[in-house]
């Protein structure tokens, strides 16, 4: 069982940076890629980046490229996702998540096995 854990969601003007960490609660050898998902009031749920532990590849989605960046820390066990040049519209709740059976770097939120709660960005204008 994996448990992970998001932090450092806020509120941020237009423009602004945040960095998101999301903890694993054991050894990222076990997982074999982590993810960042978003989901906006009223919409589902949407892929944002994903990253294999092991290799360090990464898969993002064309609407956060040169945006958004996914990065991990092994020793850590901590996947990050690194947000400049916020928009009002990247307002949402940011999910993480980790896949244990060796899909890979996958953007459907079905081949994730588990989940983080959440953690709120708010980016006002």
């Known amino acids: 069982q994996v448990q992970l854990v998001e932090s450092g969601g806020r509120l941020v003007q237009a423009g602004g940076s945040l960095r998101l960490s999301c903890v694993a609660s054991e050894r990222t050898f076990g997982i074999y890629s982590m993810a960042w998902f978003r989901q906006a009031p009223g919409k589902g749920r949407e892929f944002v980046a994903a990253?294999?532990?092991?290799?360090?590849?990464?898969k993002s989605a064309d609407s956060v490229k040169g945006q958004f960046t996914i990065s991990r820390d092994l020793a850590k066990n901590t996947a990050y996702l690194q947000m400049n040049g916020l928009k009002p519209e990247d307002t949402a709740v940011y999910y993480c998540?980790?896949?244990?059976?060796?899909?890979?770097?996958?953007?459907?939120?079905?081949?994730?096995?588990?989940w983080g709660q959440g953690t709120q960005v708010t980016v006002s204008s």
């Open positions: 998540a980790a896949e244990v059976q060796g899909w890979g770097t996958q953007e459907s939120a079905a081949k994730y096995d588990y």
């Open positions: 990253i294999s532990s092991r290799s360090g590849s990464i």
